[in-house]
């Protein structure tokens, strides 16, 4: 079973930068857009930033210019560039992907398991 593999969280003060990368663990057959997601102890999973497979990206308000998310195709992976971090950024930050993992398997949602990350002095 293909899962997506996060990696890159930690903690970091305020201010402070961190990269996340997200990629899946075998072969997928094609991927469309792919985005990152973060859920806070306490609070809904709320969307951060997501990236079409033609490069279009959309962020969530609280992130607007200081997140910057991408990818690579060729590799299928997805990145997030946190900068200027704030205690309220604080939260597990989850991979998404929407994909097709076989010609014959119908498209749906991919989860990774998450990666924390820990904002603070």
């Known amino acids: 079973q293909v899962q997506l593999v996060e990696s890159g969280g930690g903690l970091v003060q305020p201010g402070g930068s961190l990269r996340l990368s997200c990629a899946p663990s075998?072969?997928?057959?094609?991927?469309?857009?792919m985005g990152w997601y973060r859920q806070a102890p306490g609070k809904q999973r709320e969307l951060v930033a997501t990236?079409?497979?033609?490069?279009?990206?959309n962020y969530a308000v609280s992130v607007k210019g200081r997140f910057t998310i991408s990818r690579d195709n060729a590799k299928n992976t997805v990145y997030l560039q946190m900068n200027s971090l704030k205690p309220e950024d604080t939260a597990v930050y989850y991979c998404?992907?929407?994909?097709?993992?076989?010609?014959?398997?119908?498209?749906?949602?991919?989860w990774g398991q998450g990666t924390q990350v820990t904002v603070s002095s």
């Open positions: 998404n992907a929407d994909a097709k993992l076989r010609p014959w398997v119908p498209r749906r949602d991919y």
């Open positions: 075998g072969t997928i057959f094609s991927i469309n857009a």
């Open positions: 990236i079409a497979s033609d490069g279009s990206t």
